[in-house]
């Protein structure tokens, strides 16, 4: 039945020796009520994730503990659109935090491609589903619009006569005119919908430090803007998005050099 409820909720067949953390201990006194709190907790799907993943990825947060229907995690300051940096940056050189948030957005974006069985689509991105650890880590600590690729196509499949149909959240698919059906593929992807809500914000003309160079400034607001715009239903799509990745990798990490030596 665990099993089960984790295949209804992440769309995946799992092995039953990797649901061992959804399981209450050993038989004894008061089984039943940590039977009773497992299933119960088992409903709520960030629950299934914050349980399963963390040992996969460091960008999900690990449940701490339980008791009956709740649970706890690590106590973390979300993202706001009222922080002028996004998050909460007191006391830090915010040119140089951003560049390592940043560079950890990305890291992220290449964890959720790769560390699982199945890509992780996250169809709701804003500052307040993310946050920070002290050592700029980035965190998603809102994960209910997140979905891996098999429940991700089997919600963008559905009837429509325009491609806006198929727009579900932040992931997009495209309508086929001749059967009135959304593709089952993503069309763009979490790295663009990423440079669009988050990195246009920080690198736009507007939110520039002057410790960077004017090049190197223009050369990541360019790059920002290529990212945000990137992407369609062909396969190109992801040689574009990998090309640009590693642009925005690498001007990141100039940048950080860059601020570092001027710290010096």
């Given at each position: 039945?665990?099993?089960?409820?984790?295949?209804?909720?992440?769309?995946?067949?799992?092995?039953?020796?990797?649901?061992?953390?959804?399981?209450?201990?050993?038989?004894?006194?008061?089984?039943?009520?940590?039977?009773?709190?497992?299933?119960?907790?088992?409903?709520?799907?960030?629950?299934?994730?914050?349980?399963?993943?963390?040992?996969?990825?460091?960008?999900?947060?690990?449940?701490?503990?339980?008791?009956?229907?709740?649970?706890?995690?690590?106590?973390?300051?979300?993202?706001?659109?009222?922080?002028?940096?996004?998050?909460?940056?007191?006391?830090?050189?915010?040119?140089?935090?951003?560049?390592?948030?940043?560079?950890?957005?990305?890291?992220?974006?290449?964890?959720?491609?790769?560390?699982?069985?199945?890509?992780?689509?996250?169809?709701?991105?804003?500052?307040?589903?993310?946050?920070?650890?002290?050592?700029?880590?980035?965190?998603?600590?809102?994960?209910?619009?997140?979905?891996?690729?098999?429940?991700?196509?089997?919600?963008?499949?559905?009837?429509?006569?325009?491609?806006?149909?198929?727009?579900?959240?932040?992931?997009?698919?495209?309508?086929?005119?001749?059967?009135?059906?959304?593709?089952?593929?993503?069309?763009?992807?979490?790295?663009?919908?990423?440079?669009?809500?988050?990195?246009?914000?920080?690198?736009?003309?507007?939110?520039?430090?002057?410790?960077?160079?004017?090049?190197?400034?223009?050369?990541?607001?360019?790059?920002?803007?290529?990212?945000?715009?990137?992407?369609?239903?062909?396969?190109?799509?992801?040689?574009?998005?990998?090309?640009?990745?590693?642009?925005?990798?690498?001007l990141l990490q100039a940048t950080l050099r860059e601020l570092q030596e001027v710290e010096k």
């Open positions: 039945m665990v099993a089960g409820e984790v295949k209804n909720t992440l769309g995946l067949e799992l092995p039953n020796n990797s649901i061992g953390p959804l399981w209450p201990s050993r038989q004894g006194p008061g089984w039943r009520q940590q039977l009773a709190s497992a299933w119960s907790l088992l409903q709520q799907e960030e629950y299934v994730y914050f349980s399963l993943l963390p040992d996969l990825s460091r960008h999900i947060l690990p449940v701490l503990g339980s008791c009956g229907h709740f649970y706890a995690v690590e106590y973390l300051a979300a993202g706001s659109p009222h922080h002028r940096a996004l998050f909460p940056l007191d006391d830090v050189d915010q040119a140089q935090a951003i560049s390592h948030i940043a560079l950890s957005f990305l890291d992220m974006v290449s964890h959720f491609e790769s560390d699982f069985s199945h890509r992780l689509h996250l169809c709701d991105v804003k500052p307040e589903n993310f946050a920070i650890k002290r050592d700029f880590t980035v965190v998603a600590i809102d994960v209910d619009m997140a979905f891996f690729e098999p429940k991700m196509r089997e919600i963008l499949e559905q009837n429509c006569t325009e491609d806006e149909d198929c727009n579900f959240f932040d992931c997009f698919s495209k309508c086929d005119f001749r059967v009135k059906k959304c593709g089952a593929q993503r069309v763009n992807s979490n790295l663009q919908v990423i440079c669009d809500k988050i990195f246009r914000h920080w690198f736009s003309s507007t939110h520039r430090s002057p410790a960077i160079s004017p090049q190197l400034r223009l050369q990541l607001q360019q790059a920002v803007q290529e990212c945000a715009h990137h992407g369609g239903p062909s396969g190109n799509s992801r040689t574009a998005s990998s090309s640009v990745f590693w642009k925005l990798r690498w």
